[in-house]
């Protein structure tokens, strides 16, 4: 074979390599386990895009059992609002409106919470996705880490070892629902009580 035939058959090959899938990331080893953290933090990036707006910002979550604290916020502090999660209330400030509070067991929070932030946030499910792994329900659909539940579809990746967690964390996890597309980047975990 010629210099030119094996040249062009290089560039064959490295254009055939860039267009190739990428593998899917394996499943946690122990996806129950991962759902069976109590205490996290993890903090990152978000952006979301729906049929009228998109918006990215900084994000903080704090879960502690039952309980977590998010707070998110766009460049220069705009657009900052904070969510507080507990097993009765769930409560959002942002701006300068007054506080929103939703008392269990949430029916109507979709619905507020879509008004207020301007999109929907799947709060109940979004502590386990974050993890990588669906909250615990029959109603799922697929396996860590692409799955269907609550109407969305989750997919989760770029997994990493992170100290004192039983198995690989997501550093980036992307959730759709109709025209909603949220992605999650997390910079940085913390498991365990601080």
Not at 102 to 131: C, I, S
């Amino acid at each position: 074979m010629t210099r030119a035939g094996l040249a062009l058959c290089g560039l064959l090959a490295l254009a055939a390599c860039a267009h190739a899938p990428l593998r899917p990331v394996p499943p946690p080893a122990d996806a129950a386990a991962l759902a069976a953290i109590e205490h996290w933090q993890a903090s990152g990036r978000i952006a979301v895009r729906t049929a009228q707006d998109g918006f990215s910002a900084h994000f903080d979550w704090r879960q502690q059992g039952p309980r977590a604290e998010l707070g998110v916020r766009g460049a220069f502090g705009a657009g900052a609002a904070r969510l507080s999660v507990d097993p009765d209330t769930i409560r959002v400030e942002s701006g300068n409106e007054p506080p929103l509070e939703v008392l269990a067991p949430f029916d109507a929070l979709e619905p507020q919470l879509v008004a207020r932030l301007g999109f929907p946030l799947p709060l109940a499910a979004l502590r386990y996705w974050m993890l990588g792994v669906p909250a615990p329900s029959p109603e799922v659909q697929g396996a860590a880490p692409v799955f269907d539940q609550a109407g969305w579809h989750v997919v989760a990746s770029g997994f990493a070892a992170v100290e004192r967690a039983p198995g690989s964390l997501p550093g980036r996890v992307e959730l759709s629902r109709g025209s909603t597309r949220i992605r999650v980047i997390v910079d940085r975990w913390q498991v365990g009580a601080p």
